[in-house]
């Protein structure tokens, strides 16, 4: 599964990790996590995260 930056902060969104803080369990593809989902150190909305290469 592909990891996605947050293009304002650099935080990693890892899909292996998910984001359980903020109701995204582990395993969950980023394109499956709802639009209202922010970044949780930034609060940068997600379309402000590009695919890692």
Known sequence: MDKYECSVCGYIYDPA???PDNGVAAGT?????PDDW???VCGAEKDQFEKVE
């Open 29 to 33: 593809k980023f394109e499956d996590i």
């Open 17 to 19: 990790d998910g984001d």
């Open 38 to 40: 922010t970044c949780p």
